[in-house]
């Protein structure tokens, strides 16, 4: 007697050997010029050595590159393979609580030694680091998840790692301080007294809890003064969403082994990596018309800058370092409320995401934090993986669509990006349960003066 296989898989793992050898850059099959960075000083378009103090070369050629594939390097591959490929989960039992005609299914990246995406990009710019010569790595973190990332990816490259972390995480996030320490990471609160960014908020602002801007600015000025430290960033930039596609081209094949394509597919966005990490590969084929996939960025109502910024130039940071970027942004020195959902709280939007969203190839959508703890939890109690707040994002945006299509009598695929779990942010969760989380919206006149400014 043969045993067929069920008619509904719920959980389709990929072997090692079927991890996607490279990544996928949307860079090529873009329908629309893109809008190149300029130079904070002069205001010209920047080129290769502007950016050469802070960046491996290989690095910086992908950032502008046109190939539509590159090949993901043997060392890389075995780090990732250290946690890849990764599950892909259809969400039943949510589905049933639900009473959804919606299939759910999402891409679970929580399963990696720290717990998030980020590693993906991480491991890949230790590499190039290491590969031309790069010492010490200097980056920020704001509630620990990239930090967190960059150190595990530095000790597997055995570089030094330099964390400038956002100090009110510091103090009210000591467990990823932690696991960054354990890495053999150093982490230092920012504002700090070490770099001239630092200690000009300081002076200003004596009890500065600091921000994502100001962060940054203080790791770029750290890799900018010294000969053996680059900068690595771990959002926003076209090279991290690359290589965050493995994600979605792993995806790709485990759907086609579900014998379900996408109809939706969501994302959380802060700086933009994860979602764009699942979403390039299948608007990839969207670009090219073969498909009429809908694509939804889900962002914190504290901090809405694709669905309330401006689509403009701006720094990436507070302290006017970066280049400027085109991106949907509410202005570089805009610091968020403190929402738990720390990785959501930056100002601006990858440029990609952003072009794309302008073009209308992606839609945008903006929660308060209460009602997406409802969904996170309701996703526990169900699913029973425990979801990081922002990843919590997508999950309120999935059951409102589910919910939507069980009204319209519909039947659509949605997927979406699971980054995270939850485990080290507990104490949201607690203040969740206690009652004392605030919903906190940008007023409509606070939007208008940070924008205008603009
Ligand atoms: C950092 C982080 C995010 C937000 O960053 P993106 O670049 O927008 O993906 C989302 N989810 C988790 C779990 C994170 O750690």
Known sequence: MSVRAPDVANRIVLDEKEMPTRWYNIQADLPFPGSPPLHPGTRQPIGPQDLAPLFPMELIKQEVSQERYIDIPQPVQEALRLWRPTPLMRATRLERELKTTAKIYYKYEGVSPPGSHKPNTAVAQAFYNKAEGTKRLATETGAGQWGSALAFAARIFDLECMVYMVRISYEQKPYRKSMMQVWGATVVPSPSELTNAGRKIRAEHPDSTGSLG??????????????????????????VLMHQ????????????????????VVGCVGGGSNFSGLAFPFLRDRLQGKTRTRFLAVEPDACPSITRGKYTYDFGDTGEMTPLV???????????????????????????????VDHGFIDGVAYPQR????????FARTEGTIPAPESAHAIRAVIDEA??????????????????????DLAAYDAYFAGTLSDVALSETRIKELVGAL
Do not use: C
């Open 214 to 239: 100001i962060a940054i600015s203080e790791a770029v000025e750290d890799a900018a003064t010294r000969d053996d430290t680059k900068y690595s960033l771990g959002s926003v930039l076209n090279h």
């Open 245 to 264: 596609t493995i994600i979605g081209e792993e995806a790709m094949v485990q759907m086609e082994r579900a014998g379900a394509m996408p109809d939706l």
């Open 326 to 356: 085109k991106m949907h942004t509410l202005g570089h020195g805009f610091i968020p409320d403190g929402i738990h959902a720390g990785g959501l709280r930056y100002h601006g939007m990858a440029p990609l995401v952003s072009a794309l």
């Open 371 to 378: 009602t997406v703890f409802d969904a996170a939890v309701q």
């Open 403 to 424: 919910v939507k299509a069980r009204e319209r009598g519909e039947s659509p695929v949605i997927l979406f990006n699971l980054s995270g779990h939850g485990l080290l």
